[in-house]
């Protein structure tokens, strides 16, 4: 039987609850924003005892299917203000599927200045008092917790900057080779922080597993699926040679690729920065090009960086971080942001809020643009440590714009915008516009569509025509991947593939007797996307919220593209 | 002729301009804010090219009415993100009337690197270059100013704050004695700073003054309203006697002293921060008990305060500075809290903001509560040279609440509340809660009415009842000051005098020759709250900004009492 399982911080108690009927077909981000939408009041602060962390794995995840493993957490967050989805691959979404966990929530905040641990098991989840690991990284936790607990241990831990409740911590994810994953955006780690909770171990021995309704079926609809993603180019081929960084030399021809804090779409240093640049770094230093984020996973994009030694640098290095730091910040070199990228991993800070809030910085005169060896000082040295200096970073883009009087600061709903400009990819600028995430690209990815023909024709980037329909097309789609636990890329076959929709509702049919049709997948997203803006207009955000900054008014080369949306335009998104 | 003054700073060009029909009986906050709302789109960048500064002397300012000399400042606020107007004492309002300037607008940035000073005389306005005072603070522009210009001059400045365009950046005027008055809440020093204007210089020589259509009704007018403010015990009697510092024990015994970061009512030390005791160290050490801050000043509510030498050490030296850094940061010692008014002056800092951002800053653990020679070392070395510490403290008790993870957090609209609690007087809690300024004790001061009969009775502090009612009406009535050019504290005769509004009323008919009658005093007072707040709306505030911070839901001693305004309660005040 699924459970609930809740965690009182406020009085150290825990308890375990029968999933209600009206969670029953719920997962993932459905389900968080569902619990966070009905248990949150909108206007209480982040930080304070009224706000809940929720962590749910996919409807799907535990299952033999392909690529659902993704894991959801979901708060208000303390960076945007709003209702916040962010999920992660790793071990958690499958360990607590197979412990037959459908939602850990956790509420309150502790009475006594201590830091505690949750342990999650087949007996539910008990609170004890942490001291060690206090202080420590998300390397040396996970290090330490597979001491004490053995090897095959989930976690999910906080760094420095989530004790320190800097607005921009992140939670990370143990991964099957023992290194992180995060649950990256909205600064859900100082959510975690501020419930004194260091880390959440996960021990699944004995747990009963998943069961299915009809293994014959599921059987069937999974092979369906996984040759879905398999056949297409982009999660079959792409992906997999190049990882997500096969996208810098895509988007720098497309002249979207942020540069100079998001004053140029094309960085001169992309070739250094591109996907295929990487793999032959890789292979020659003997590192891994190919590697899963989640046990099960079929495409492979992620892959394991090394340097010069073959020594460990990084992995689940992304190209919205390579962007951010390498082109926007200007730090045209990939072992640094390599470097760069492991550094915030450990201390736990969104590595794309944190490269973004550099090109501010760069812009305020803090550091000059480029400069990656101070990149990795301010990071280890100040934002790790806490410093003056390290609060303001550790804070995200759009609080370093304030406190620096920036103009150029490219956030919407106080969330920093990723690595593609929205002027010359304008679908996306649709997407960070009216997401009720603030700024996120995954929200409503419609590159595939603007550039490679995803949907059987190119959506012209540069047009205005389509890009809401777009967006609101990919958001709620988006909202039905991210319940099931698949991963981010399926959306490519998804779109393309027209077996694949009916196999994903045969595998929810099949794994819990549901008598679902292909509408579930615009259903669902309709209705989550409702109760997350519900959320927010509670919390006090209105359509003047869902806009892009002003600063891309001005003309961005080589098209001399600007962000031309009415408001008008824009809240077209909303009337459905 | 009344004039426009616009300034482009764009492209460095100024114009005059015919007052428009509709402006020509708005003055002061009227003006401002009617300028602002009208000029500037509500969702632009506070310190962006399309923001404008406006700057209006009040309708009766240049008159030889009494107290008429307020100056008002306009914007959308860099901190706030509201509409914004904040009004001072000083020369500047006489000046403009005297010049027939009825408002001077500054829109626009300057696209060079470059520095710039306005002068405003009998031609209009001319912009000049400036190097030699970039960096100094606001004592030394008005003394190399009064070199330059001679003693005459009357000068608006901002400090070093102003210039790295802080969220606590003020703007400050120059008074009768060289010293300084401000435009303290909301920012607009960074947007001074952010339009590249160190300085705006004002001669009057020549001015054709002001010309009354009816000098007899005028000078009769005159002497009742004269007698009115005398009468009154307030204005008449403890104003001139202790200053606003006589609000210490009259708040402390009322049990809304906010003390360390607003957790308690009451300060064990607030005897010695008192009126009381200020005058009697004044007295000893031979400062002026007595000061006015605009020429024609009959209340005389103002002083100078000296150190143990006689060696002049500052002047408005308000209560919500001596409280919330006597009390609230809990430095209970006035000779400090003195020096620390004088910095912040200085530097060019809202000493309401500074002071209460400090509170925070105690909370987090940057420095002890009641650290009195730290703050003045921060005040210094850090806010006044712009260390990442600094920057952050200049940000705003909002920003560093976000910053270091604080909850207890005192501002409403991100701008800090000022010294009196809103649990025990419940009144100013609607004041701050609805006033599109943000937390702001002027725009509706209850605290006559709450606690010593203003208006006839008491409104019990501790009970909901009439505390809606209360703020709309005086933040209605405010409206008509701040657009006259009164001072604040006229609105007590205002309250308790019935000859009070005629005399008004024949003053601005005697001016301008217009046909008034004392409806007036409301209709310009909800006109242009709703002119205000339309543009907060059209910037994306809600009711749900009219909130007061969760935490005043704890109850607090010596009452226990609690913020207990429902939503709806509160919402109740824009219900007219």
């Known amino acids: 039987m699924d459970k609930i399982v809740r965690v009182n911080m406020s009085d150290l108690t825990t308890s375990i609850e029968v999933v209600p009927p009206e969670w029953a077909g719920l997962g993932g981000r459905a389900l968080t924003s569902t619990i966070v939408a009905g248990e949150v009041v909108p206007t209480c602060h982040p930080l304070g005892e009224n706000n809940k962390l929720v962590f749910a794995p996919g409807l799907l995840s535990g299952t033999a299917a392909a690529n659902t493993g993704r894991f959801s957490a979901g708060a208000k967050s ?17 360990m607590f599927a197979r412990l037959g966990i459908k939602a850990l929530i956790i509420e309150g905040l502790p009475k006594e200045d201590k830091w505690y641990s949750l342990h999650v098991n087949q007996d ?44 921009s911590a992140n939670i990370s994810v143990k991964d099957s080779d023992s290194r992180l994953r995060s649950h990256g955006r909205g600064g859900l780690g100082a959510v975690m922080g501020s419930k004194r909770i ?15 309704v009809d293994p014959d079926k599921f059987k069937a609809a999974a092979r369906t699926l996984a040759k879905a993603i398999l056949d297409h180019p982009g999660t079959g081929q792409g992906l997999p040679t190049f990882g997500t960084a096969e996208m810098v030399n895509i988007i720098n021809a497309a002249g979207s690729l942020p540069t100079r804090n998001f004053t140029y779409g094309q960085f001169e240093g992309h070739e250094d920065l591109s996907g295929e640049t990487m793999r032959e770094i890789i292979i020659a230093r003997g590192g891994k090009p190919k590697h899963g984020c989640q046990p099960g996973c079929i495409i492979q994009c992620s892959q394991v960086y090394t340097d010069e ?24 070199n990939l072992d640094l942001v390599a470097r760069a990228d492991y550094i915030m991993d450990d201390i736990g800070v969104d590595s794309i809020e944190t490269s973004v809030t550099f090109g501010v910085a760069m812009e305020a005169g803090v550091l000059p643009f480029g400069d990656g060896r101070e990149v990795l000082r301010i990071l280890k040295d100040e934002i790790g440590t806490g410093t003056p200096l390290g609060r303001i970073l550790g804070s995200g883009a759009g609080n370093v714009g304030k406190i620096y009087g920036v103009t150029r600061v490219p956030v919407v709903k106080n969330q920093a915008i990723p690595a593609y400009d929205p002027r010359a990819i304008k679908g996306i600028g ?41 967006s609101r097309h990919l958001q709620t789609g988006q909202i039905s991947i991210d319940s099931v636990g698949l991963c981010h890329f399926v959306g490519f076959p998804m779109e393309d593939n027209p077996e694949f929709v009916p196999a994903l509702i045969d595998l929810l049919n099949a794994r819990f007797g549901f008598d679902l049709t292909p509408a579930w997948i615009g259903d669902i997203g309709v209705a989550i996307l409702k109760t997350e803006r519900a959320f927010n207009i509670g919390a006090g955000f209105t359509n003047k919220h869902d806009r892009l900054p002003e600063f891309f008014r001005e003309p961005m080369l080589p098209h001399n593209a600007v962000w031309d949306f009415t408001d008008e335009e824009i809240d077209e998104f909303w009337n459905f």
Chains 1, 2 share one sequence.
Not at 79 to 89: F, P
Not at 309 to 332: K, L, P, Q
Request: proline content about 4%.
């Open 309 to 332: 030694d073959g020594t460990y640098v990084t992995s689940g290095f992304e190209y919205e971080t390579i962007e951010t730091m390498g082109a926007n910040a200007c730090v045209g």
């Open 78 to 94: 303390p960076l945007t203000g709003t209702i916040k989805e962010s999920n992660a691959g790793g071990l958690a979404a499958q």
């Open 198 to 212: 260091k880390f959440i171990s996960i021990d699944d021995h004995d747990a009963p597993g998943v069961k299915l």
């Open 124 to 167: 539910g989840v008990s609170i004890a008092e942490e001291t060690e690991l206090i202080g420590k990284g998300n390397f040396a936790v996970v290090e330490t917790l597979e001491q004490r607990l053995g090897k095959k241990v989930g976690i999910l831990t906080i760094g420095p900057a989530g004790e320190m409740r800097m607005l």
């Open 430 to 470: 649709i997407t960070y516009a009216t997401s009720p995430m603030g700024a996120d690209h995954t929200a409503g990815y419609t590159i595939g569509h603007n550039l490679m023909g995803c949907g059987g024709r190119i959506i012209d980037p540069l047009k205005k025509d389509e890009q809401v329909w777009l």
